[in-house]
């Protein structure tokens, strides 16, 4: 398949630190998110204020009240609304939200609502549709919904893995929606999606740092889980941002 020109780089970012160095690395947009270690859920307001106030980078903010499945009740579907009135309040440049029924449909009426608050503003449907039962089917309810783009991994938990799937959502697409690929994106793999056709790469370049604590008590984790080092900073990386830009642009 031929690689489309104007091919877009997103990074998934959870800090003003890491939407900084994606937008000095030259990156297209930022998916702003929190809870790096649920996939991504709805950053705070605070967040996306400073992020909007210190960068110019498009910012297209996360819409997800919690990890784990994306069948929502209605508290939830609540909690959503409320989110994104408030993020179009604030400038947003774009929303990142998905949503299915209990049958692995998409939940068509929910996110009629949520394009309906909108308005024009740009709507990416995310990995929700790597776990829905029929995600062509899906991709159709979303071109007819006036989604801009999906997020999506090929079904697989790598997007590298799914690279045969990802290519028949593009051939499927055939140009009605954006198709990007994240999970596993990175500088020395993306060239691979460029060339099944995808319109944008999608990568977190996560890196760690060092706390600066020099007491560090033993025994204990704040989230419970233990595997997780309690003193070790995430962030996105510059250079890894960058290497990645530069590879897409070279294409």
Known sequence: MR??????????????????????????????????????????????????AKTNIEVHAMLRPRGGDFCYDSYEKATMLAEVEAFVDAGVHGIVVGALLPDGSLDVPFLTEIKALVGNLPLTCHRAIDVSRDPIQVMEDLISLGFQRILTSGQKDRALDGLEQIADMVQAADGRIEIMAGSGVNPQNCVQFLQVGVNAVHLSARTTRESDMDYRRPGISMGGVTAISEFEIAYASEALIRETVEKVSSV
Request: aromatic share 6%; with cysteine; glycine share 8%.
């Open 3 to 52: 690689i489309k020109q104007d091919i877009s780089v997103e990074v998934c970012a959870y800090s003003l630190f890491s939407c900084l160095a994606a937008e000095q690395a030259g990156a297209n947009r930022v998916e702003l998110c929190a809870s790096p270690w649920e996939g991504g859920t709805t950053p705070s307001q605070g967040l996306l204020q400073v992020v909007l």
